[in-house]
């Protein structure tokens, strides 16, 4: 992947890159920053999906200590916008600056690829990601519900 960042967080000098990935095995490294294991097929289908991203920050040993996924999303009368899928850092490397840097990586990738905007939900009473969003930058907040469908 062409993208590469070197990262100098404020606390672990051994944090050293966010790179944009594919490789499923180094997705697989990761799990332990998703919500459960990494499915093979799922991960296979994301990497090959025009659109979606995942960048990870990388320890000096190659090991995953962060993570964030985009989605590309476009509508007929905007255009594409990204949305942040999903953040996550190391319970060992929190509070070092590197859940930013990794918004921030991702909000480039984003101009990179042309979208207007991008934007993130997350709930109202989760401190630690209201501060890392708006330590990133975010231009505006807004109160909104969210609805789902569960089809399993």
């Known amino acids: ?43 296979q289908r994301f990497v090959d999906e025009p659109g979606h991203h995942i960048l990870l920050a990388l320890d000096d040993a190659r090991r995953p200590v962060g993570m964030i996924t985009g989605v590309e999303t476009t509508h007929p009368d905007k255009g594409t916008e990204m949305f942040l899928y999903e953040l996550a850092v190391d319970e060992g490397s929190q509070h070092q600056g590197i859940g930013t840097a990794l918004v921030r990586a991702l909000a480039d990738l984003a101009r990179t690829k042309g979208c207007y905007g991008m934007w993130v939900l997350t709930d109202d009473d989760n401190p630690a990601a209201l501060a890392t969003y708006r330590a990133a930058g975010r231009d505006e907040e807004s109160r909104h519900v969210m609805l789902t469908w569960n089809f399993s």
């Open 1 to 43: 992947m062409p993208m590469r960042r070197d990262l100098a967080t404020r606390h672990d000098p051994t944090v050293t890159t966010i790179e944009l990935v594919d490789d499923p095995e180094l997705i697989a490294a990761a799990s332990h920053l998703f919500d459960g294991p990494a499915k093979g097929d799922a991960t």
